[in-house]
């Protein structure tokens, strides 16, 4: 497990509708906010929502480094926060960006645009997955 850092200045409204997993984490998609590009995906933890709903710029919790890190402070490739918003189950949170430079540590735009795996249009399942929703 996960060693989380103090408690949050997060508002405590938000903080009792999240629903966290049990390391207290949350994943965070980022996605570009002009094009819908998918960007990346992070995790934050309620101080890292806080700081990223305050500061304007995107803010993670590094769970190999164990400490927060704001997207831009080393790279210079920032993320300016447009709007901020969680999903229907309040467990995982969409970050509408302006990216500036690469989203990924490889340097590429998106963290998604390497290794695309091919799926079948329209396979036997598809009737399936659709009576699914």
């Not at 002009?34 to 990346?40: A, H, P, Q, R």
């Not at 995982?92 to 430079?101: A, C, E, F, P, S």
């Not at 963290?111 to 799926?119: E, G, I, Y």
Request: glycine share 8%; with cysteine.
């Amino acid at each position: 497990m996960t060693s989380m850092p103090a408690p949050s200045n997060l508002d405590s409204e938000i903080a009792a509708r999240l629903k966290r997993s049990t390391d207290g984490l949350l994943p965070a998609i980022a996605q570009q906010y002009d094009t819908g590009e998918v960007l990346m995906l992070g995790w934050m933890d309620d101080e890292a929502l806080h700081r990223t709903l305050t500061t304007g710029r995107c803010t993670y919790w590094s769970r190999s480094r164990r400490e927060y890190w704001v997207k831009g402070d080393t790279s210079g490739h920032f993320q300016w926060v447009k709007s901020v918003a969680l999903d229907c189950d309040a467990d995982t949170v969409l970050v509408k960006v302006d990216q500036v430079g690469a989203a990924c540590h490889t340097g590429a735009r998106t963290c998604f645009d390497v290794d695309v795996l091919k799926a079948v249009e329209g396979g036997a399942d598809s009737g399936a997955a659709a009576s699914d929703q």
